[in-house]
């Protein structure tokens, strides 16, 4: 295969370069070069620049939250919280409704809930779905009441003959879980009702989530028969300062073997894991710990951090998450939400706001403290031609392009591997949050060891990139600490955009460990997985040069010692998500 990449070599630091405002490149080399910024030709403009190729969207308005994803006869369904009638998110929200074969590609069908009855005239918010015996799937979801009260109902398929659980009835019996004066359940602080899990004594459990003062509360409820609920006097978990609690997920996940298990698993081989979105800072944070079944209380393992500086999902833009456990694969799939940070002016120009990740697998990590998650493998039916890196060791302060892929809309898994740890630079005790480090250290900061990484969604002459990369640092007990970072500060030329850089340390040993990065670029989306899944940033971007055939993918090092690089890059094909029956038709 002839070279795909060729290096441009560049002097000290990216920003000295940029000061002068060119890098010559080597001829074109795109269809639709930029080089000059001359007006495009037609052909080359997109008519929606940020939509996405295969990241999860219904064709307009607003979605949040991923609601009760399950899998019944084989069909795949994803249910979200969607504002038919705009951009912006409004209280009266439905759950809309779509499924899959393969959790790429999408068939939308009518909403399965709506606003309709007085506990739930005024929104139908978000759920879990619970597969009873029999495969019979219900949904419990948070009602907003005529009174505007959090109350939880529940909802079983029409017809369990229809593979697509097209429609959904709302039992005569709801709300069957009210707050009240005695149960002390504040009645704005009150929802998200979790996957129902059946204890060995026969009885199912469900927690949902609230607040009392600023203490975030899972609020445990249980039933003998699905329909007849009583709160439990104690609560299942809490922790101080922590706000209100939304969308708790409380599942096991096996420490003996890399398969998920059912919400109901419960055994010697098994650790618990309990997810929280923290509505006050819309990050959320997870602990892993032990179920105390006797006591049904849920204990995170000893030094678990509970606040959003502890462990999470995604250090970048990634909220409301939900996982559920595919029977079919044995696996546990896990949904995010990632907002826009575009202005809201924006998001009514583009006539929609909000994305789904792309499902996770997700594993307990071999260290027993930490969860990894990858893209679900389904997603690399997606991939077309392979773009093989060559393996070359990138000098400090040189970037290579990866040529002949569509750099708007790709996957790229790339290793680096360090042999010379001699210019590390050392770490300054007071550098604890990773997040501040990154933004102060960005990608245009020359060090010792990195940065080096990827610079997507780049536009010809780097006036816009995004950059994911690596940095190492030596601590003062001689252990190396890795940070990933996702800079999003030079993403885009327009400053009407949340442009925050995110990072994350990363449990990777660069002595004895290869360390990797994946990131997945669609468009407005990058999506990337550090350290094999131990730490994942997902972004969101506008670049205004960088659309479609103008934009450029990079590895880079912007550090003193050089690294050795390996790893492939795809052009991606778009997913068949919702697209209007004529096209499906095609
Ligand atoms: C239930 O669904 C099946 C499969 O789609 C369909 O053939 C049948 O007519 C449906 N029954 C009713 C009562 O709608
Ligand atoms: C909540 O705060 C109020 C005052 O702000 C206090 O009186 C009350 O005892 C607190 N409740 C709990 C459970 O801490
Ligand atoms: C909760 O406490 C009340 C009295 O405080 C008691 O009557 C009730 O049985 C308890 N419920 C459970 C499920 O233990
Ligand atoms: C959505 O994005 C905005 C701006 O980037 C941010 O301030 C906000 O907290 C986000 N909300 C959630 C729930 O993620
Ligand atoms: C939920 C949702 O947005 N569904 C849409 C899927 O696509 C069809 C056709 O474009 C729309 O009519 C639906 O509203």
């Not at 929606?48 to 939250?65: A, C, L, M, S, V």
């Not at 833009?317 to 809201?344: H, M, P, T, V």
């Amino acid at each position: 295969m002839a070279l795909m990449i060729f290096s441009l070599r560049i002097f000290f630091f990216l920003s000295v370069l940029l000061s002068f405002g060119v890098i010559e490149l080597e001829g074109s080399h795109h269809a639709c070069s930029n080089l000059l910024n001359l007006e495009l030709p037609s052909t080359c403009q997109a008519k929606e620049p940020y939509r996405t190729g295969y990241h999860f969207q219904p064709p307009k308005n607003w979605i949040n939250d991923p609601n009760g994803p399950l899998i019944y006869k084989n069909v795949y369904h994803h249910f979200y919280q969607y504002n038919p009638h705009g951009v912006a998110w409004s209280p009266n929200i439905v759950w809309a409704h779509s499924t899959s074969n393969d959790l790429v590609n999408w068939i939308p069908h009518d909403d399965a809930l709506n606003p309709s009855e007085p506990f739930d005239i005024n929104g139908c918010w978000s759920g879990s779905a619970t597969i009873l015996p029999g495969e019979k799937p219900a949904i419990f979801y948070t009602g907003i009441n005529s009174e505007n009260e959090q109350v939880q109902n529940l909802a079983f398929p029409k017809n369990l003959s229809d593979p697509f659980l097209r429609e959904w009835v709302k039992i005569p019996q709801n709300p069957l879980m009210i707050p009240t004066e005695a149960n002390q359940i504040n009645a704005d602080s009150f929802r998200d009702p979790s996957t129902a899990w059946l204890g060995s004594d026969n009885r199912w459990r469900l927690v949902i989530g609230s607040k009392q003062n600023q203490t975030g509360l899972a609020i445990l409820y249980m039933s003998e028969d699905f329909l007849h609920w009583t709160r439990v006097n104690h609560t299942f978990h809490s922790a101080k300062e922590n706000g209100m609690w939304e969308c708790p997920d409380f599942f096991p996940v096996s420490n003996s073997s890399p398969i998920g298990l059912d919400t109901s698993t419960n055994g010697p081989d098994v650790k618990h894991v309990l997810k929280v979105s923290l509505f006050d800072t819309a990050k959320e944070y997870y602990t892993i710990g032990t179920y105390n079944l006797d006591k049904d209380l849920y204990n995170p393992d000893k030094g678990s951090e509970e606040s959003d500086l502890g462990l999470r999902y995604d250090y970048g833009k990634f909220y409301a998450s939900k996982s559920f456990f595919d029977s079919a694969k044995n696996r546990r799939i896990l949904w995010g939400w990632s907002n826009e940070s575009s202005s809201a002016n924006d998001d009514i120009k583009k006539g929609w706001s909000g994305l789904q990740t792309i499902p996770r697998t997700i594993l307990l990590d071999e260290s027993g403290k930490q969860l990894v998650q990858w893209p679900i493998e389904e997603l690399e039916k997606l991939r077309t031609k392979q773009v093989r890196l060559p393996r070359i060791v990138i000098e400090g302060g040189s970037l290579h392009e990866v040529l002949g892929v569509t750099a708007a809309q790709a996957d790229i898994e790339v290793t680096f591997e360090i042999s010379d740890f001699e210019k590390t630079e050392v770490l300054d005790p007071s550098w604890t949050d990773p997040q501040i480090l990154c933004s102060k250290k960005d990608a245009s900061v020359y060090g010792g060891l990195g940065p080096f990484g990827l610079l997507v969604l780049a536009s010809e002459s780097l006036q816009e990139y995004t950059a994911v990369f690596y940095r190492i640092f030596k601590s003062h007990n001689n252990k190396y600490v890795v940070l990933m970072c996702s800079d999003q500060s030079r993403s885009s030329l327009n400053e009407n955009n949340d442009k925050t850089t995110y990072g994350a340390f990363v449990d990777v040993d660069p002595v004895h460990e290869k360390l990797s990065l994946r990131s997945l670029i669609d468009h407005s989306i990058v999506e990337s997985f550090g350290g094999e899944g131990k730490a994942c940033i997902t972004a969101r971007v506008y670049p205004t040069l960088a659309v479609d055939g103008y934009t450029s993918l990079y590895t880079f090092n912007y550090g003193k010692e050089g690294v050795k690089i390996t790893g492939s890059a795809w052009s991606m094909r778009t997913a068949k998500i919702n697209r209007s029956r004529k096209e499906e038709n095609e």
